[in-house]
């Protein structure tokens, strides 16, 4: 596609429930990245793929949290026993490489708006 | 972590005014960039200067750095409304990109 997408837009689940979000980033665009956002707050950076390993998973909060990128290119985020303070944004982004092979512009997706009730 | 912190968190002004917003940062960098993020949108790249580059210009965009005092301004001139949005500077350590807490700027008609 021209752009990043990501599913769902919208998401409602009950505290302990398991969640899914996936992303597909730009054709060609090795690295993903997966950032979350609370309301009035920047992104906050979960993980980041170049090709289909976990460069850097530094940002997940806890082992609730999962990522996959099992042919380097659709990205899915995994959530189990989702809490409700995992109430937030989570966005997508990719980009052409890692940081020194490109201009290191990320292009995001619309995001994934995940309420826990 | 929040790399970078931006100032002011909130700005009005009119449209045709100038906005400036400030970003500082803790660390070290090779580039600092601006991104534009829309109420309930994804975030959109505006620009991004160099560790030796002073300052930066696109189209009504100008981007400053200092990197001696860690920290870059972006200005907005003659705004218009549609430029209502938050800006957030982001900065990169290692490979992943951290952004700052940004500024909620609102243009009135």
């Known amino acids: 596609g021209a752009g990043v997408s990501q599913t769902p837009s919208n998401k409602v689940t009950e505290k302990g429930k398991y969640v899914e979000l996936r992303c597909d980033p730009i054709s060609g665009h090795t690295a993903l990245y997966w950032y979350r956002q609370s309301l009035g707050q920047g992104p906050e950076f979960l993980i980041y793929?170049?090709?289909?390993?976990?460069?850097?998973d530094s940002g997940l909060p806890n082992d609730r949290f999962f990522a996959v990128r099992p042919e380097g290119s659709v990205s899915t985020l995994k959530i189990q026993r989702t809490e409700r303070g995992d109430s937030a944004v989570y966005l997508c982004?990719?980009?052409?490489?890692?940081?020194?092979?490109?201009?290191?512009?990320?292009?995001f997706g619309e995001g994934s708006r995940l309420t826990v009730l | 972590s929040q790399q970078g912190e931006e100032d002011p968190q909130a700005l009005s002004i009119q449209e045709g005014e100038n906005a400036t917003m400030n970003c500082s940062y803790k660390?070290?960098?090779?580039?600092l960039q601006w991104y534009r993020q829309n109420s309930g949108r994804g975030l959109v790249h505006l620009i991004l200067i160099r560790s030796n580059e002073r300052e930066k210009h696109s189209g009504r965009l100008r981007v400053t750095l200092d990197t001696s005092k860690k920290s870059s301004s972006l200005l907005i001139t003659a705004s218009r409304a549609a430029d209502t949005a938050s800006y957030f500077c982001a900065t990169y350590n290692t490979d992943k990109l951290i952004f700052g807490t940004g500024t909620r700027l609102q243009v009135f008609p």
């Open positions: 660390t070290s960098i090779n580039n």
């Open positions: 982004a990719s980009s052409l490489g890692a940081w020194g092979r490109d201009t290191g512009e990320l292009f």
């Open positions: 793929f170049q090709g289909t390993g976990a460069a850097d």
